[in-house]
Protein backbone atom coordinates (compact mmCIF):
# COMPACT_ATOMS: atom_id res chain seq x y z
CA UNK A 1 0.00 0.00 0.00
CA UNK A 2 1.13 3.57 -0.59
CA UNK A 3 1.68 6.03 2.17
CA UNK A 4 -1.09 8.50 2.43
CA UNK A 5 -0.91 12.31 2.16
CA UNK A 6 -3.33 14.74 3.98
CA UNK A 7 -2.98 17.03 0.60
CA UNK A 8 -4.39 14.11 -1.51
CA UNK A 9 -7.78 13.66 -3.03
CA UNK A 10 -9.28 10.03 -3.04
CA UNK A 11 -11.94 8.35 -5.12
CA UNK A 12 -13.74 4.32 -4.10
CA UNK A 13 -14.14 2.02 -6.69
CA UNK A 14 -16.97 -0.61 -5.78
CA UNK A 15 -17.21 -3.56 -7.80
CA UNK A 16 -20.24 -6.48 -7.62
CA UNK A 17 -19.39 -9.61 -8.70
CA UNK A 18 -21.08 -12.79 -9.24
CA UNK A 19 -20.44 -13.95 -5.32
CA UNK A 20 -19.33 -11.15 -3.56
CA UNK A 21 -18.26 -7.32 -3.76
CA UNK A 22 -15.22 -5.12 -3.45
CA UNK A 23 -14.32 -1.40 -2.75
CA UNK A 24 -11.44 -0.09 -3.31
CA UNK A 25 -9.81 3.17 -2.11
CA UNK A 26 -7.59 4.74 -4.92
CA UNK A 27 -5.57 8.02 -5.03
CA UNK A 28 -6.73 10.46 -7.40
CA UNK A 29 -3.14 12.05 -8.68
CA UNK A 30 -1.49 7.96 -9.56
CA UNK A 31 -4.23 5.58 -9.32
CA UNK A 32 -2.32 4.04 -5.93
CA UNK A 33 -4.42 1.77 -4.16
CA UNK A 34 -4.69 2.48 -0.36
CA UNK A 35 -7.13 -0.14 1.01
CA UNK A 36 -9.67 -2.80 -0.33
CA UNK A 37 -12.51 -5.23 1.74
CA UNK A 38 -14.72 -7.61 0.44
CA UNK A 39 -18.02 -8.41 1.73
CA UNK A 40 -18.77 -11.50 0.41
CA UNK A 41 -23.43 -11.96 -0.64
CA UNK A 42 -25.36 -13.36 2.06
CA UNK A 43 -27.55 -15.29 0.04
CA UNK A 44 -24.58 -15.44 -3.10
CA UNK A 45 -26.46 -17.43 -6.44
CA UNK A 46 -30.40 -18.73 -5.71
CA UNK A 47 -30.60 -21.44 -7.91
CA UNK A 48 -32.26 -24.08 -6.46
CA UNK A 49 -35.24 -22.29 -4.49
CA UNK A 50 -36.19 -19.48 -3.12
CA UNK A 51 -35.27 -18.38 0.47
CA UNK A 52 -37.08 -18.99 3.62
CA UNK A 53 -39.12 -21.82 2.50
CA UNK A 54 -39.79 -20.32 -0.76
CA UNK A 55 -40.60 -22.58 -3.90
CA UNK A 56 -38.40 -24.77 -6.06
CA UNK A 57 -36.39 -23.52 -9.07
CA UNK A 58 -36.63 -24.55 -12.80
CA UNK A 59 -33.32 -25.67 -14.26
CA UNK A 60 -31.16 -23.10 -15.60
CA UNK A 61 -32.42 -20.37 -12.97
CA UNK A 62 -29.89 -17.91 -11.00
CA UNK A 63 -31.22 -15.31 -9.14
CA UNK A 64 -30.20 -13.00 -6.59
CA UNK A 65 -31.15 -10.59 -3.29
CA UNK A 66 -30.65 -6.80 -4.14
CA UNK A 67 -29.99 -6.33 0.04
CA UNK A 68 -26.66 -8.42 -0.52
CA UNK A 69 -25.68 -5.37 -3.22
CA UNK A 70 -26.44 -2.50 -0.49
CA UNK A 71 -24.48 -4.90 2.11
CA UNK A 72 -21.62 -4.02 -0.04
CA UNK A 73 -22.04 -0.71 0.53
CA UNK A 74 -22.29 -0.87 4.56
CA UNK A 75 -19.72 -3.50 5.09
CA UNK A 76 -17.22 -3.00 2.50
CA UNK A 77 -16.85 0.51 1.58
CA UNK A 78 -16.20 1.47 5.55
CA UNK A 79 -14.00 -1.35 5.92
CA UNK A 80 -11.93 -0.40 2.96
CA UNK A 81 -11.53 3.32 3.90
CA UNK A 82 -10.20 2.22 7.42
CA UNK A 83 -7.65 -0.41 5.73
CA UNK A 84 -6.53 2.39 3.58
CA UNK A 85 -6.39 4.95 6.56
CA UNK A 86 -7.82 7.69 4.87
CA UNK A 87 -9.80 10.62 6.32
CA UNK A 88 -13.46 10.19 4.62
CA UNK A 89 -13.45 13.94 3.96
CA UNK A 90 -10.92 13.28 1.54
CA UNK A 91 -12.79 11.18 -0.79
CA UNK A 92 -14.43 13.32 -3.41
CA UNK A 93 -16.28 10.68 -5.39
CA UNK A 94 -17.53 6.64 -5.89
CA UNK A 95 -18.13 4.71 -8.92
CA UNK A 96 -19.22 1.26 -9.35
CA UNK A 97 -19.65 -1.53 -11.81
CA UNK A 98 -21.74 -4.65 -11.95
CA UNK A 99 -21.71 -8.05 -13.77
CA UNK A 100 -24.20 -7.91 -16.53
CA UNK A 101 -26.57 -8.54 -17.45
CA UNK A 102 -27.54 -8.85 -13.85
CA UNK A 103 -31.75 -7.10 -13.82
CA UNK A 104 -34.48 -6.96 -11.95
CA UNK A 105 -38.06 -5.50 -11.63
CA UNK A 106 -39.09 -2.36 -9.40
CA UNK A 107 -41.80 -0.28 -8.20
CA UNK A 108 -41.66 3.41 -9.65
CA UNK A 109 -39.19 4.52 -6.35
CA UNK A 110 -37.00 1.63 -7.18
CA UNK A 111 -38.32 -0.71 -4.65
CA UNK A 112 -37.57 -3.86 -6.01
CA UNK A 113 -40.30 -6.46 -6.15
CA UNK A 114 -38.93 -9.13 -4.08
CA UNK A 115 -38.81 -6.95 -1.50
CA UNK A 116 -42.84 -6.11 -1.63
CA UNK A 117 -44.17 -8.88 1.10
CA UNK A 118 -46.67 -10.39 -1.37
CA UNK A 119 -44.72 -11.00 -4.18
CA UNK A 120 -41.75 -11.89 -2.32
CA UNK A 121 -42.32 -15.84 -2.94
CA UNK A 122 -43.02 -15.09 -7.01
CA UNK A 123 -39.39 -15.88 -8.27
CA UNK A 124 -39.70 -13.90 -11.39
CA UNK A 125 -39.63 -10.70 -8.62
CA UNK A 126 -36.19 -10.93 -7.61
CA UNK A 127 -32.81 -10.53 -9.45
CA UNK A 128 -32.04 -12.01 -12.76
CA UNK A 129 -28.65 -12.78 -12.52
CA UNK A 130 -26.26 -12.89 -16.02
CA UNK A 131 -26.15 -16.23 -15.78
CA UNK A 132 -29.92 -17.00 -15.30
CA UNK A 133 -30.04 -18.83 -18.77
CA UNK A 134 -33.62 -19.84 -18.52
CA UNK A 135 -34.86 -17.43 -21.26
CA UNK A 136 -33.51 -19.33 -24.27
CA UNK A 137 -36.79 -19.83 -25.73
CA UNK A 138 -37.47 -16.27 -25.79
CA UNK A 139 -34.55 -15.13 -27.14
CA UNK A 140 -34.93 -17.67 -30.03
CA UNK A 141 -38.31 -15.82 -30.43
CA UNK A 142 -37.24 -12.42 -30.19
CA UNK A 143 -34.46 -13.33 -32.90
CA UNK A 144 -36.26 -15.73 -35.44
CA UNK A 145 -38.58 -12.66 -35.35
CA UNK A 146 -36.19 -9.97 -36.04
CA UNK A 147 -34.52 -11.72 -39.07
CA UNK A 148 -38.35 -12.38 -40.17
CA UNK A 149 -38.76 -8.81 -40.08
CA UNK A 150 -35.59 -7.74 -41.00
CA UNK A 151 -35.17 -5.25 -38.10
CA UNK A 152 -31.82 -3.19 -38.76
CA UNK A 153 -30.60 -3.79 -35.08
CA UNK A 154 -29.89 -7.43 -35.16
CA UNK A 155 -26.74 -7.39 -36.97
CA UNK A 156 -25.18 -4.92 -34.52
CA UNK A 157 -25.62 -7.67 -32.35
CA UNK A 158 -23.98 -10.39 -34.76
CA UNK A 159 -27.23 -11.82 -35.36
CA UNK A 160 -28.45 -12.94 -32.37
CA UNK A 161 -29.83 -11.30 -29.33
CA UNK A 162 -29.05 -13.63 -26.01
CA UNK A 163 -30.65 -15.27 -23.38
CA UNK A 164 -28.66 -13.25 -21.03
CA UNK A 165 -30.25 -9.78 -22.04
CA UNK A 166 -32.77 -7.44 -21.03
CA UNK A 167 -35.54 -8.46 -23.35
CA UNK A 168 -35.46 -11.92 -23.22
CA UNK A 169 -35.63 -12.19 -19.15
CA UNK A 170 -38.21 -9.67 -19.98
CA UNK A 171 -40.31 -11.29 -22.41
CA UNK A 172 -39.74 -14.87 -19.56
CA UNK A 173 -41.81 -12.83 -17.11
CA UNK A 174 -44.17 -11.73 -18.92
CA UNK A 175 -45.06 -15.45 -20.44
CA UNK A 176 -44.54 -16.96 -16.90
CA UNK A 177 -45.70 -14.82 -14.59
CA UNK A 178 -48.20 -11.61 -16.28
CA UNK A 179 -48.82 -9.81 -12.80
CA UNK A 180 -45.14 -9.60 -11.85
CA UNK A 181 -44.85 -7.82 -14.93
CA UNK A 182 -47.65 -6.00 -14.71
CA UNK A 183 -46.72 -4.43 -10.95
CA UNK A 184 -42.92 -3.48 -12.98
CA UNK A 185 -43.10 -0.46 -13.05
CA UNK A 186 -39.38 -0.02 -13.91
CA UNK A 187 -36.96 -2.95 -15.29
CA UNK A 188 -33.80 -2.15 -14.40
CA UNK A 189 -30.01 -3.31 -14.65
CA UNK A 190 -28.21 -3.87 -11.41
CA UNK A 191 -25.52 -1.45 -12.51
CA UNK A 192 -28.26 1.09 -12.85
CA UNK A 193 -30.50 0.63 -9.53
CA UNK A 194 -26.85 0.67 -7.15
CA UNK A 195 -26.82 4.05 -8.38
CA UNK A 196 -30.18 4.98 -7.54
CA UNK A 197 -29.84 3.62 -4.11
CA UNK A 198 -26.47 6.05 -4.14
CA UNK A 199 -27.92 9.05 -4.83
CA UNK A 200 -31.48 8.58 -4.90
CA UNK A 201 -31.97 9.16 -9.12
CA UNK A 202 -32.92 7.07 -11.30
CA UNK A 203 -30.41 7.31 -14.55
CA UNK A 204 -29.16 4.56 -17.22
CA UNK A 205 -25.97 3.99 -18.36
CA UNK A 206 -24.68 3.88 -22.32
CA UNK A 207 -23.37 0.75 -21.62
CA UNK A 208 -26.18 -1.79 -20.09
CA UNK A 209 -28.41 0.10 -22.86
CA UNK A 210 -26.76 -0.26 -25.76
CA UNK A 211 -25.63 -3.65 -24.95
CA UNK A 212 -27.81 -5.78 -22.78
CA UNK A 213 -30.58 -3.31 -23.80
CA UNK A 214 -30.94 -3.43 -27.81
CA UNK A 215 -30.18 0.49 -28.09
CA UNK A 216 -28.82 1.41 -31.02
CA UNK A 217 -28.70 4.95 -32.81
CA UNK A 218 -30.96 6.90 -30.23
CA UNK A 219 -33.69 4.16 -29.73
CA UNK A 220 -34.93 0.57 -28.52
CA UNK A 221 -37.02 -1.50 -30.78
CA UNK A 222 -40.13 -0.11 -32.39
CA UNK A 223 -43.52 -1.05 -30.80
CA UNK A 224 -44.86 -2.69 -33.93
CA UNK A 225 -42.00 -5.65 -33.21
CA UNK A 226 -43.03 -5.42 -29.79
CA UNK A 227 -46.36 -6.04 -30.40
CA UNK A 228 -45.67 -8.84 -32.75
CA UNK A 229 -43.69 -10.87 -29.95
CA UNK A 230 -46.76 -10.06 -27.89
CA UNK A 231 -49.49 -7.81 -27.71
CA UNK A 232 -48.42 -6.71 -24.12
CA UNK A 233 -44.94 -6.96 -24.41
CA UNK A 234 -45.82 -3.27 -26.27
CA UNK A 235 -45.21 -0.91 -22.82
CA UNK A 236 -41.40 -3.16 -22.19
CA UNK A 237 -39.16 0.03 -22.93
CA UNK A 238 -41.33 2.31 -21.44
CA UNK A 239 -40.23 0.03 -17.82
CA UNK A 240 -36.71 -0.16 -19.57
CA UNK A 241 -35.99 3.58 -20.91
CA UNK A 242 -34.47 6.57 -17.98
CA UNK A 243 -32.40 9.37 -18.40
CA UNK A 244 -29.48 8.11 -20.36
CA UNK A 245 -26.07 9.31 -19.52
CA UNK A 246 -22.66 8.42 -20.87
CA UNK A 247 -19.87 6.89 -18.99
CA UNK A 248 -17.48 8.81 -16.74
CA UNK A 249 -21.37 11.57 -16.50
CA UNK A 250 -21.72 12.37 -13.25
CA UNK A 251 -25.02 10.61 -12.30
CA UNK A 252 -26.15 12.61 -8.87
CA UNK A 253 -24.45 12.98 -5.22
CA UNK A 254 -24.67 10.67 -2.59
CA UNK A 255 -27.76 11.15 -0.14
CA UNK A 256 -27.62 11.12 3.28
CA UNK A 257 -28.98 7.81 3.35
CA UNK A 258 -25.76 6.40 1.37
CA UNK A 259 -23.61 8.66 3.06
CA UNK A 260 -24.66 6.77 6.88
CA UNK A 261 -23.94 3.19 4.86
CA UNK A 262 -20.50 3.95 3.39
CA UNK A 263 -19.14 6.42 6.15
CA UNK A 264 -18.50 8.86 3.10
CA UNK A 265 -19.57 12.60 2.82
CA UNK A 266 -23.17 13.11 1.40
CA UNK A 267 -22.87 15.55 -1.71
CA UNK A 268 -19.58 13.96 -3.45
CA UNK A 269 -19.96 12.69 -7.22
CA UNK A 270 -21.55 9.62 -7.59
CA UNK A 271 -20.12 8.23 -11.25
CA UNK A 272 -22.73 6.42 -13.84
CA UNK A 273 -23.13 3.23 -13.59
CA UNK A 274 -20.94 0.50 -15.80
CA UNK A 275 -20.09 -3.00 -16.41
CA UNK A 276 -17.16 -4.79 -14.74
CA UNK A 277 -15.62 -5.86 -18.07
CA UNK A 278 -15.71 -2.23 -19.72
CA UNK A 279 -14.73 -0.73 -16.90
CA UNK A 280 -11.69 -2.42 -16.59
CA UNK A 281 -10.36 -1.36 -20.20
CA UNK A 282 -9.70 2.17 -18.31
CA UNK A 283 -7.93 1.02 -15.44
CA UNK A 284 -5.69 -1.66 -18.01
CA UNK A 285 -5.04 1.35 -20.20
CA UNK A 286 -6.86 -0.28 -22.95
CA UNK A 287 -9.35 2.19 -24.48
CA UNK A 288 -6.78 2.82 -27.84
CA UNK A 289 -8.66 0.54 -30.87
CA UNK A 290 -6.94 -2.86 -31.18
CA UNK A 291 -6.33 -3.63 -27.87
CA UNK A 292 -9.06 -6.27 -26.95
CA UNK A 293 -9.00 -6.81 -22.69
CA UNK A 294 -10.07 -9.98 -22.19
CA UNK A 295 -11.60 -10.02 -18.52
CA UNK A 296 -11.19 -13.66 -17.08
CA UNK A 297 -12.82 -15.03 -14.08
CA UNK A 298 -15.46 -16.99 -13.83
CA UNK A 299 -16.02 -16.37 -17.32
CA UNK A 300 -14.83 -14.47 -19.79
CA UNK A 301 -15.68 -10.91 -21.48
CA UNK A 302 -14.27 -9.89 -24.30
CA UNK A 303 -14.12 -6.25 -24.92
CA UNK A 304 -12.12 -3.85 -27.41
CA UNK A 305 -12.83 0.18 -29.06
CA UNK A 306 -12.69 0.06 -32.57
CA UNK A 307 -12.39 3.23 -35.29
CA UNK A 308 -15.89 2.82 -36.95
CA UNK A 309 -18.92 0.28 -36.34
CA UNK A 310 -19.04 -3.59 -38.03
CA UNK A 311 -21.30 -6.25 -37.87
CA UNK A 312 -19.50 -8.93 -36.20
CA UNK A 313 -21.04 -12.78 -36.09
CA UNK A 314 -22.02 -13.69 -33.12
CA UNK A 315 -20.55 -10.75 -31.05
CA UNK A 316 -22.84 -9.57 -27.77
CA UNK A 317 -22.79 -5.80 -29.49
CA UNK A 318 -21.10 -3.28 -31.04
CA UNK A 319 -22.36 0.30 -29.31
CA UNK A 320 -21.46 3.89 -29.48
CA UNK A 321 -20.06 5.02 -26.56
CA UNK A 322 -20.21 1.75 -24.80
CA UNK A 323 -17.02 1.46 -23.28
CA UNK A 324 -15.13 5.19 -23.62
CA UNK A 325 -16.76 8.59 -25.34
CA UNK A 326 -15.69 8.54 -29.10
CA UNK A 327 -15.33 4.82 -29.60
CA UNK A 328 -17.31 2.40 -31.09
CA UNK A 329 -16.94 -0.46 -28.14
CA UNK A 330 -17.29 -3.97 -29.14
CA UNK A 331 -17.95 -7.04 -26.83
CA UNK A 332 -18.15 -10.62 -27.08
CA UNK A 333 -17.97 -13.29 -24.35
CA UNK A 334 -17.78 -16.89 -22.78
CA UNK A 335 -19.83 -18.30 -20.60
CA UNK A 336 -18.20 -20.52 -18.93
CA UNK A 337 -13.79 -20.60 -18.32
CA UNK A 338 -12.87 -20.39 -14.31
CA UNK A 339 -16.59 -21.90 -13.46
CA UNK A 340 -15.17 -24.74 -15.65
CA UNK A 341 -11.82 -25.66 -14.17
CA UNK A 342 -13.41 -24.94 -10.59
CA UNK A 343 -15.70 -27.75 -11.86
CA UNK A 344 -13.38 -30.34 -12.83
CA UNK A 345 -11.73 -29.90 -9.27
CA UNK A 346 -14.40 -30.45 -7.22
CA UNK A 347 -16.44 -32.86 -9.14
CA UNK A 348 -14.02 -34.97 -11.35
CA UNK A 349 -10.54 -35.23 -9.82
CA UNK A 350 -9.80 -37.76 -7.29
CA UNK A 351 -8.53 -37.08 -3.77
CA UNK A 352 -4.78 -35.66 -4.03
CA UNK A 353 -5.22 -34.01 -7.67
CA UNK A 354 -8.04 -31.90 -6.19
CA UNK A 355 -6.16 -28.91 -6.62
CA UNK A 356 -5.93 -26.08 -9.20
CA UNK A 357 -2.06 -25.69 -8.46
CA UNK A 358 -1.42 -29.82 -8.76
CA UNK A 359 -3.07 -30.10 -11.87
CA UNK A 360 -1.62 -27.13 -13.60
CA UNK A 361 1.84 -27.94 -11.99
CA UNK A 362 1.43 -32.00 -13.86
CA UNK A 363 -0.32 -29.71 -17.09
CA UNK A 364 2.71 -27.90 -17.54
CA UNK A 365 5.43 -30.78 -17.46
CA UNK A 366 3.37 -31.97 -21.14
CA UNK A 367 4.19 -30.82 -23.77
CA UNK A 368 1.47 -29.55 -26.52
CA UNK A 369 -0.77 -32.12 -27.51
CA UNK A 370 0.70 -34.99 -25.56
CA UNK A 371 -2.59 -35.14 -24.11
CA UNK A 372 -4.47 -36.58 -27.20
CA UNK A 373 -7.82 -34.16 -26.36
CA UNK A 374 -9.59 -31.72 -27.48
CA UNK A 375 -12.72 -30.34 -25.43
CA UNK A 376 -15.60 -27.41 -26.58
CA UNK A 377 -15.80 -24.76 -23.47
CA UNK A 378 -19.73 -24.77 -23.37
CA UNK A 379 -20.15 -26.09 -19.58
CA UNK A 380 -22.60 -23.18 -19.79
CA UNK A 381 -23.46 -22.60 -22.55
CA UNK A 382 -21.81 -20.47 -25.40
CA UNK A 383 -21.95 -17.11 -25.02
CA UNK A 384 -19.80 -15.92 -28.15
CA UNK A 385 -19.81 -16.90 -31.38
CA UNK A 386 -22.59 -19.27 -30.96
CA UNK A 387 -25.19 -17.37 -28.46
CA UNK A 388 -26.87 -20.75 -27.59
CA UNK A 389 -27.24 -21.27 -23.70
CA UNK A 390 -28.73 -25.00 -24.57
CA UNK A 391 -25.34 -26.18 -25.60
CA UNK A 392 -23.25 -28.12 -23.65
CA UNK A 393 -19.71 -29.33 -22.97
CA UNK A 394 -18.00 -32.17 -24.54
CA UNK A 395 -14.04 -33.44 -24.00
CA UNK A 396 -13.10 -36.12 -27.31
CA UNK A 397 -9.78 -37.99 -26.79
CA UNK A 398 -10.18 -40.09 -23.78
CA UNK A 399 -8.94 -43.40 -23.37
CA UNK A 400 -8.11 -45.79 -20.64
CA UNK A 401 -4.50 -43.69 -20.29
CA UNK A 402 -6.35 -40.28 -20.29
CA UNK A 403 -5.28 -38.91 -16.31
CA UNK A 404 -6.69 -35.98 -14.62
CA UNK A 405 -4.02 -33.67 -15.60
CA UNK A 406 -4.90 -34.67 -19.24
CA UNK A 407 -8.10 -33.69 -19.14
CA UNK A 408 -7.68 -29.91 -16.86
CA UNK A 409 -5.08 -29.03 -19.45
CA UNK A 410 -7.64 -30.01 -22.39
CA UNK A 411 -10.54 -27.46 -20.59
CA UNK A 412 -7.72 -25.13 -20.16
CA UNK A 413 -7.00 -24.68 -23.43
CA UNK A 414 -10.52 -24.99 -25.05
CA UNK A 415 -10.94 -21.80 -23.46
CA UNK A 416 -8.42 -20.51 -25.59
CA UNK A 417 -9.95 -21.92 -28.84
CA UNK A 418 -13.03 -19.97 -28.22
CA UNK A 419 -11.39 -17.16 -27.48
CA UNK A 420 -9.17 -17.31 -30.83
CA UNK A 421 -12.69 -17.93 -32.45
CA UNK A 422 -13.58 -14.53 -30.85
CA UNK A 423 -10.60 -12.92 -32.28
CA UNK A 424 -10.40 -14.08 -36.08
CA UNK A 425 -14.13 -13.22 -35.72
CA UNK A 426 -13.69 -9.54 -35.14
CA UNK A 427 -10.83 -9.75 -37.68
CA UNK A 428 -12.77 -10.96 -40.41
CA UNK A 429 -15.02 -8.46 -39.81
CA UNK A 430 -12.41 -5.59 -40.35
CA UNK A 431 -11.88 -4.81 -36.72
CA UNK A 432 -8.57 -5.70 -35.65
CA UNK A 433 -7.08 -7.30 -32.62
CA UNK A 434 -3.00 -6.60 -32.33
CA UNK A 435 -2.72 -7.37 -28.83
CA UNK A 436 -4.28 -8.61 -25.54
CA UNK A 437 -4.84 -7.57 -22.18
CA UNK A 438 -5.39 -10.10 -19.55
CA UNK A 439 -7.42 -8.97 -16.02
CA UNK A 440 -9.31 -10.97 -13.25
CA UNK A 441 -8.37 -13.84 -11.09
CA UNK A 442 -7.37 -15.85 -13.77
CA UNK A 443 -3.87 -14.21 -14.30
CA UNK A 444 -1.98 -16.06 -11.43
CA UNK A 445 -2.20 -18.98 -13.09
CA UNK A 446 1.33 -18.90 -15.98
CA UNK A 447 0.33 -21.75 -17.23
CA UNK A 448 -3.05 -21.02 -18.61
CA UNK A 449 -1.76 -17.52 -19.68
CA UNK A 450 0.98 -19.08 -21.91
CA UNK A 451 -1.55 -21.39 -23.58
CA UNK A 452 -3.86 -17.80 -24.36
CA UNK A 453 -0.20 -16.21 -26.09
CA UNK A 454 0.36 -19.62 -28.09
CA UNK A 455 -2.97 -20.56 -28.91
CA UNK A 456 -4.12 -17.16 -30.08
CA UNK A 457 -0.41 -16.10 -31.35
CA UNK A 458 -0.40 -12.80 -29.91
CA UNK A 459 1.48 -10.56 -26.98
CA UNK A 460 -0.21 -10.70 -23.54
CA UNK A 461 0.00 -8.02 -21.60
CA UNK A 462 -1.48 -8.11 -17.76
CA UNK A 463 -3.21 -5.29 -15.85
CA UNK A 464 -1.52 -3.62 -13.04
CA UNK A 465 -3.82 -4.28 -10.63
CA UNK A 466 -5.08 -7.02 -8.73
CA UNK A 467 -8.48 -4.90 -8.89
CA UNK A 468 -9.26 -4.03 -12.13
CA UNK A 469 -13.32 -3.51 -12.48
CA UNK A 470 -12.70 -1.35 -9.31
CA UNK A 471 -10.13 0.43 -10.43
CA UNK A 472 -11.98 1.01 -13.13
CA UNK A 473 -14.74 2.32 -11.38
CA UNK A 474 -12.54 4.48 -9.25
CA UNK A 475 -11.01 6.19 -12.25
CA UNK A 476 -14.71 7.03 -13.63
CA UNK A 477 -15.32 8.28 -10.60
CA UNK A 478 -12.62 10.63 -10.69
CA UNK A 479 -14.00 12.08 -14.23
CA UNK A 480 -17.46 12.32 -12.74
CA UNK A 481 -16.16 14.83 -9.52
CA UNK A 482 -14.45 16.64 -12.29
CA UNK A 483 -10.66 15.58 -11.49
CA UNK A 484 -9.99 15.04 -14.94
CA UNK A 485 -10.99 15.76 -18.22
CA UNK A 486 -11.93 12.54 -19.67
CA UNK A 487 -11.56 9.01 -18.51
CA UNK A 488 -8.65 8.68 -21.58
CA UNK A 489 -6.54 11.40 -19.33
CA UNK A 490 -7.92 9.59 -16.16
CA UNK A 491 -6.97 6.10 -17.85
CA UNK A 492 -3.41 7.59 -18.28
CA UNK A 493 -2.77 8.87 -14.93
CA UNK A 494 -4.40 5.67 -12.72
CA UNK A 495 -4.13 3.11 -15.22
CA UNK A 496 -1.49 0.52 -15.31
CA UNK A 497 -0.57 -2.73 -17.27
CA UNK A 498 2.41 -4.68 -17.95
CA UNK A 499 3.05 -4.90 -21.62
CA UNK A 500 3.81 -8.53 -23.10
CA UNK A 501 4.67 -10.43 -20.24
CA UNK A 502 3.59 -13.79 -22.34
CA UNK A 503 4.70 -14.06 -25.85
CA UNK A 504 4.03 -17.14 -28.17
CA UNK A 505 6.48 -19.95 -28.26
CA UNK A 506 6.70 -20.41 -32.29
CA UNK A 507 6.48 -24.25 -31.65
CA UNK A 508 3.55 -24.16 -29.55
CA UNK A 509 1.52 -21.95 -31.89
CA UNK A 510 2.26 -24.44 -34.35
CA UNK A 511 0.82 -27.63 -32.24
CA UNK A 512 -1.95 -25.20 -31.51
CA UNK A 513 -3.19 -24.32 -35.19
CA UNK A 514 -3.29 -28.19 -35.58
CA UNK A 515 -5.33 -28.62 -32.21
CA UNK A 516 -7.28 -25.71 -32.89
CA UNK A 517 -8.39 -26.96 -36.56
CA UNK A 518 -9.78 -30.19 -34.88
CA UNK A 519 -11.61 -27.75 -32.22
CA UNK A 520 -13.11 -25.53 -34.76
CA UNK A 521 -14.31 -28.66 -36.88
CA UNK A 522 -15.86 -29.64 -33.57
CA UNK A 523 -17.28 -26.52 -33.05
CA UNK A 524 -18.87 -26.08 -35.88
CA UNK A 525 -20.66 -29.53 -36.41
CA UNK A 526 -21.76 -29.42 -32.62
CA UNK A 527 -22.87 -25.61 -32.63
CA UNK A 528 -24.22 -25.20 -36.67
CA UNK A 529 -26.35 -27.73 -36.85
CA UNK A 530 -24.62 -30.85 -37.94
CA UNK A 531 -25.98 -32.63 -34.82
CA UNK A 532 -27.90 -31.01 -32.52
CA UNK A 533 -27.79 -33.98 -30.11
CA UNK A 534 -26.65 -31.63 -27.39
CA UNK A 535 -30.16 -29.49 -27.45
CA UNK A 536 -32.05 -33.03 -27.71
CA UNK A 537 -30.31 -34.21 -24.64
CA UNK A 538 -31.31 -30.64 -22.59
CA UNK A 539 -34.53 -31.36 -23.43
CA UNK A 540 -34.88 -34.59 -22.59
CA UNK A 541 -33.19 -33.76 -19.32
CA UNK A 542 -35.01 -29.88 -18.35
CA UNK A 543 -38.39 -32.75 -19.11
CA UNK A 544 -37.52 -35.06 -16.58
CA UNK A 545 -36.91 -32.60 -13.87
CA UNK A 546 -39.93 -31.23 -14.83
CA UNK A 547 -41.56 -34.72 -14.57
CA UNK A 548 -39.53 -35.30 -10.92
CA UNK A 549 -40.75 -31.50 -9.59
CA UNK A 550 -44.04 -31.80 -10.08
CA UNK A 551 -46.44 -33.71 -7.64
CA UNK A 552 -47.84 -37.06 -8.50
CA UNK A 553 -51.16 -38.92 -7.06
CA UNK A 554 -49.29 -41.91 -5.07
CA UNK A 555 -52.78 -43.94 -4.52
CA UNK A 556 -52.56 -47.29 -6.64
CA UNK A 557 -54.82 -46.98 -9.31
CA UNK A 558 -56.79 -50.39 -9.60
CA UNK A 559 -57.81 -51.43 -13.02
CA UNK A 560 -61.13 -53.74 -12.74
Known amino acids: MSEVDAADRYVIGVDFGTLSGRALVVRVRDGAELGTAVHEYRRGVIETALPDGGPPLPPDWALQDPDDYRDVLREAVPAALAAAGVDPARVIGIGTDFTACTVLPTL ?89 ELCGAETRNACTAGYKGIRQDGQYPSQDYLAALDPDFTDFVTKLDGPLLPLGDRAGTLSARAAAWTGLPEGIAVAVGNVDAHVTSASAQALHPGRLVAIMGTSTCHVLNGTHPAEVPGMCGVVDGGISPGAWGYEAGQSGVGDIFGWFVRHAAPAGLDSHERLTELAAAQPVGVHGLVALDWWNGNRSLLVNHDLSGLVVGLTLATRPADVYRALLEATAYGTRMIIEAFAEAGVPVDDLVVAGGLTSNRLLMQIYADVTNRPLGIIGSAQGPALGSAIHAAVAAGAYPTVHEASAAMGRVDEGVYRPIPDNVRAYDALYAEYRALHDHFGRGGNDVMLRLRAIRNAAVDAAAAPHDSTLEVVG
Open 108 to 196: ADGTPLCEVPELRHRPHAWVKLWKHHAAQPQADRINALAHERGEPWIGRYGGKISAEWQFAKGLQILAEDPEVYRRADRFIEAADWIVW
